[in-house]
């Protein structure tokens, strides 16, 4: 890496941690600590929650969408650490895990997932993922499903038919005005880093994938969290995505966004809480 390009992810990730600060100022904050794993003969980037939590504690793995990292994870992810053991993988090809020869599909990426996790001693994780990253959760939890926790998807984009579509171009750009400045500057590092081509061609094979078709095999308890204000992921969608889960709940935060990992990480991270320890006191998931 470049010193330019090197300077422009310590300010990205500078960025992402004055937007936690910001975001978190009403719960505690974890730090993050970076780790590796070989996974297939690649090096893969993992954030990690940094201090150990006392007692029984869930994992709880954060997914980022295509072309993104883990970078803008960390809001959340540092919520969240207080309470859980914390990971946040920068997937083959993202952030700063290496690159394979041709980027991965959607199934590539889940399977990735697999041995990712495998090199992390992860056995039944809770997955949250945002955007295109909940097509990756749901393409494992389908095909995994032993292996797989209860899923929080935030702000899903599982609708590919719509992708690339003008009226789902104006929406994102609608969107956008929308979100914290530091993340303008996070994903602008993201997309430089992981390449133009291969960011076409990722999204041209994300839009290959059907979730529809995998969303009844999902077995594990989905939480489905959608801010008010998103544009690209109406609450009408987020209503018929709920009623083709087998054990579907919807929960919208007030005033947010697409992003709301980043742009309303205190809210997520008491959503997940309080979801993750209600299934706990019911019996229906285990940490």
């Not at 990971?87 to 990712?116: I, M, N």
């Not at 749901?138 to 590919?160: I, K, M, N, Q």
């Not at 087998?246 to 992003?259: D, I, K, M, N, S």
Request: net charge positive; with cysteine; charged share 20%.
């Amino acid at each position: 890496m470049g010193l330019l390009a090197h300077t422009s992810l310590r300010l990205a990730e500078r960025a992402g941690s004055r937007r936690a600060l910001e975001g978190l100022g009403g719960l505690p904050m974890g730090a993050l600590r970076s780790t590796w794993h070989q996974v297939n003969d690649l090096r893969i980037h993992t954030r990690v929650s940094a201090q150990p939590v006392p007692g029984r504690a869930w994992s709880v793995v954060l997914l980022h969408g295509l072309v993104a990292s883990s970078t803008y994870m960390v809001p959340t992810g540092m919520g969240l650490a207080p309470y859980f053991r914390v990971y946040a993988p920068d997937l083959p090809g993202f952030g700063r895990s290496q690159k394979p020869r041709r980027p991965l599909d959607v199934a590539g990426l889940a399977d990735s997932l697999a041995a990712w996790m495998d090199a992390a001693g992860l056995e039944n994780p809770a997955l949250v993922a945002n955007s295109s990253g909940c097509q990756f959760a749901v393409d494992f939890a389908s095909r995994y499903p032993e292996r797989c926790g209860p899923l929080v998807l935030l702000g899903p984009t599982l609708d590919t038919r719509h992708h690339g579509t003008p009226k789902q171009v104006v929406r994102w750009l609608a969107d956008g005005v929308r979100e914290p400045p530091s993340l303008n500057v996070i994903m602008a590092q993201d997309y430089r880093t992981f390449g133009l081509l291969r960011a076409l061609r990722s999204l041209r094979s994300a839009r290959k994938d059907v979730p529809e078709e995998k969303l009844p095999h999902v077995r594990s308890p989905v939480l489905v969290v959608r801010g008010a204000k998103d544009r690209i992921f109406p609450r009408t969608r987020a209503e018929a995505l709920v009623q083709s889960l087998p054990q579907g709940r919807l929960e919208e935060v007030p005033g947010a966004g697409h992003t709301l990992n980043f742009n309303a990480p205190e809210a997520v991270v008491k959503l997940i809480r309080r979801y993750l320890y209600e299934l706990e006191a019911r019996g229906e998931a285990q940490p």
